[in-house]
């Protein structure tokens, strides 16, 4: 089992979370296809919205990839994104990032946010998620 993050504006993962799927970095195939059925995905929001500069910079969900392959899925005309789905938790609170930050380990990962999708261990995983488990 491995864990990840994937970042998105708040927005855009809120239509992962209802939908029951994934989208990571503008909808590619590669991240996703890292990924594999049992796996965690932690999704963090540096943004409430694409369009919009207003930050949200939280934690905001969690969900296990389910079996399946990834595939595509027509969003609009001449949009064409893969999807992976995910059984998203659906009783968690979000957790800031100043609350993570103050993690040891996060300071070897906090850089990777720019990339859209990385692995964390697994205790940086448990640190995040106790967080959005005491909903």
């Known amino acids: 089992m491995n864990y ?6 708040k927005d855009h993962v ?4 209802a939908g029951g799927f994934c989208q990571l ?9 890292k990924m ?6 932690i999704y963090y929001a540096p ?7 207003e930050p949200c910079q939280e934690f905001i969900a969690l969900g296990q990839v389910l ?11 001449g949009f064409v ?9 659906k009783k968690i609170q979000p957790v800031p990032l100043q609350a993570v930050a103050q993690f040891r380990l996060w300071q070897e990962y906090r850089s990777r946010l ?18 959005m488990k005491r909903a």
Request: hydrophobic share 40%; with cysteine; charged share 20%.
């Open 4 to 9: 990840w993050i994937g970042v998105a504006s």
């Open 14 to 17: 809120a239509l992962g979370v």
């Open 25 to 33: 970095c503008h909808g590619k195939s590669a991240p996703l296809n």
């Open 36 to 41: 594999k059925a049992g796996d965690w995905l």
């Open 47 to 53: 943004k409430q919205s694409l369009k919009i500069k």
């Open 67 to 77: 079996p399946g392959e990834t595939y595509s899925f027509e969003m609009a005309p």
């Open 81 to 89: 994104p893969f999807r992976k789905n995910i059984d998203f938790l």
């Open 114 to 131: 720019r990339f859209g999708h990385f692995q964390i261990p697994e205790e940086l995983f448990d640190f995040i998620v106790s967080g």
